[in-house]
Structure formats: C-alpha cells, structure tokens
Nanobody
Framework: QVQLVESGVGSVQAGEALTLSCAAS????????WAWFRRAPGKEHQAVAT???????TYADSVQGRFTISRDNAKNTLSLQMDSLKPEDTTIYYC????????????????WGQGTQVTVSS
C-alpha cells in the first residue's frame, strides 16, 4: 500500500505562483509513475503532469511551460510548481501513484491523495 497526503492549499491571484506537495509513505518502491491530476466539478480527472521513476515527465497541453513536476526520492515527496496561474486552473488537485510506467489515465492509478483545492482569482 502507498499513502499519499497533499499539502499546499492555496488561493492566489491570476499570474501568481503556487507549489503543491505530496508526501508519500508505505511501499513506494512499487511505484513507477507519479502524477498530479485535477478534476473540475462534473468532469473526469485530467492528468496535469506525470513523472516516472526514471525522471521522464509529461504535461497536459494546457499547463505546458507553466507547471513543473518533480520528485525528491530522499524525502519521498512529489511536487508541482505552478507558475503564471490562470482562473481556469481553479479546481481540486490530486497526487496519484501507479505501478505502471508512463501511466496517463486515471484508471491506471491505484493510489490517490485526498485532494487539495487551488483557487485562482482574476
């Protein structure tokens, strides 16, 4: 089992930055892909960014160039640096972990955090 706890609840103005963190515990050695998802009310989870055990990253087109995903293996933490935030980035963000490599869809992620709200005001 892998336990994930997000932190970094934030309310910022458009154009500002915010960093989300996710503390992982348990059997993290089984994880091959870490990810940040977000889900707007009434919509499906959207993969925002992923990072594999080898450090390969992917980003959604809507955040490419603005968001950066990283992982500190020594501290067992996953981070999402969000720059140049826009009002449309407002929603709940989730960290997630998968045993698969380069997993991109929510169904491939077994382990999820509780979610953290990000609000960007115009």
């Amino acid at each position: 089992q892998v336990q994930l706890v997000e932190s970094g609840v934030g309310s910022v103005q458009a154009g500002e930055a915010l960093t989300l963190s996710c503390a992982a515990s348990g059997s993290t050695d089984i994880v091959n892909t870490w990810a940040w998802f977000r889900r707007a009310p009434g919509k499906e989870h959207q993969a925002v960014a992923t990072i594999t055990r080898d450090g390969e990253t992917t980003y959604a087109d809507s955040v490419q160039g603005r968001f950066t995903i990283s992982r500190d293996n020594a501290k067992n933490t996953l981070s999402l640096q969000m720059d140049s935030l826009k009002p449309e980035d407002t929603t709940i963000y989730y960290c997630a972990a998968s045993r698969l490599f380069n997993a991109l869809t929510p169904v491939n992620y077994r382990y999820w955090g509780q979610g953290t709200q990000v609000t960007v005001s115009s």
